[in-house]
């Protein structure tokens, strides 16, 4: 439904920006707010099948957030994964900060 589209779409800017904005040497405590962040979103985004995955996803693959690289090449991944299972193009994952933090030099 197109709600779960307009839904996705906002919340995976909202997402990658997360990453495109953390720092690359977090202190413990910023990892430990992202990952428990990203623990709550899992289960309170309000697509519940999107979710059930989701948190299935994240038990099998590990959330990484020793960095800003690591988080967003781990997002990148997770999201591929949802590409994959909707039929979509994967991204490639060396340019996630070029889309989400420094802009396509195009
Ligand atoms: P989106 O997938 O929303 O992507 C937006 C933009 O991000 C793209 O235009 C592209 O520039 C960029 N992008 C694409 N892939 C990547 C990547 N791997 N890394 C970085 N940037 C990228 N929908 C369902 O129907 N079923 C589900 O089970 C489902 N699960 C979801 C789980 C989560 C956690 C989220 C956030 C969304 C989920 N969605 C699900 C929604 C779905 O992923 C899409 O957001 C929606 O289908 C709209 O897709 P889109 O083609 O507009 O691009």
Known sequence: PADVETLGRSTWTLLHSIAATY?????????????????????????????????????????????????????????NAVNVKLGKNTFDCSKWEERWRTGWKD
């Open 23 to 79: 720092p690359k040497t977090p202190s413990v405590s910023q990892q430990s707010d992202l990952k428990t962040f990203m623990g709550v979103f899992s289960r309170l985004y309000p697509c519940w099948v999107c979710a059930e995955d989701f948190q299935r996803y994240m038990e099998k693959d590990h959330i990484q957030v020793g960095s800003r690289d690591e988080f967003g090449k781990w997002l990148c991944e997770a999201h």
